[in-house]
């Protein structure tokens, strides 16, 4: 009941298309749901989150769409640029603040 | 604003050693997690402190332990080192229980 699973594992975008990575969990007493963006050699920065009380987040190029009665997740991101390519990791918790369970990461490469 | 600070960078242990890993957090953050990401992995909570105080618990064993003095910062000690034990590990801290976490650039562990 712990798990986040996401998928894909690896994406490829063509510059200005739009990437989608999704998530699914388990535990419905989860209540906050972030996208963390990893670069090589960096820790994971914070890029967008939501809460279950609303289906939709937009923050610039970015959108969180959530479904809760699926309990699934998705990060949508606009006009993919090919700063963009990076390790995305999707992740859940019982509140912010609390201890995160991360899915397994999706690594975008957007070609120019 | 000082963010997150981890030390060292990288470092290679061999297998039975014991290794202590540090972390400052971000100014104002009374804090702190710790996460370990396997290579290609999403992280995984080892345990949060709060004023101090272990604040909850990852599913790992008892030979990783931890503190957190009274300026805030913290350390991540790892007793009888395990070749699985080689991993990225992250400090995250935040602003209280209820704060966002902003993670540090992580310190590289190989066991060999």
């Known amino acids: 009941q712990q798990q986040v699973k996401q998928s894909p594992q690896s994406l490829i975008v063509q510059k200005g298309g739009i990437s989608i990575i999704n998530c699914a969990y388990e535990?419905?007493?989860?209540?906050?749901f972030p996208w963390y963006q990893q670069f090589p050699g960096k820790g994971p920065a914070l890029l967008i989150a939501?809460?279950?009380d609303v289906s939709e987040k937009k923050e610039g190029r970015f959108t969180i769409s959530f479904n809760k009665s699926a309990k699934q997740f998705s990060l949508h991101i606009m006009d993919s640029q090919p700063g963009d390519s990076a390790t995305y990791f999707c992740?859940?918790?019982w509140g912010l603040g609390r201890a995160l369970t991360f899915g397994s990461g999706t690594r975008l490469q957007v070609q120019p | 604003e000082t963010g997150v600070t981890q030390s060292p960078t990288h470092l290679i242990k061999t297998r039975g050693q014991q290794v202590t890993l540090r972390c400052s957090s971000q100014?104002?953050?009374?804090?702190v997690s710790w996460y370990q990401q396997a290579l290609g992995q999403g992280p995984q909570f080892i345990f949060q402190?709060?004023?101090?105080?272990?604040?909850g618990r990852g599913n790992f064993p008892p030979r990783f332990s931890g503190l957190q003095f009274p300026n805030y910062s913290s350390e991540l000690n790892v007793n009888a080192l395990e070749l699985d034990d080689s991993a990225l590990y992250l400090c995250?801290?935040?602003?209280?229980?209820?704060?966002?976490?902003?993670f540090g650039e992580g310190s590289r562990l190989t066991v060999l």
């Open positions: 402190y709060y004023r101090e105080e272990e604040n």
């Open positions: 995250a801290s935040s602003a209280g229980q209820t704060g966002e976490l902003f």
């Open positions: 535990n419905t007493a989860f209540d906050y």
């Open positions: 939501i809460r279950p």
């Open positions: 992740a859940a918790s």
């Open positions: 100014s104002g953050h009374n804090t």
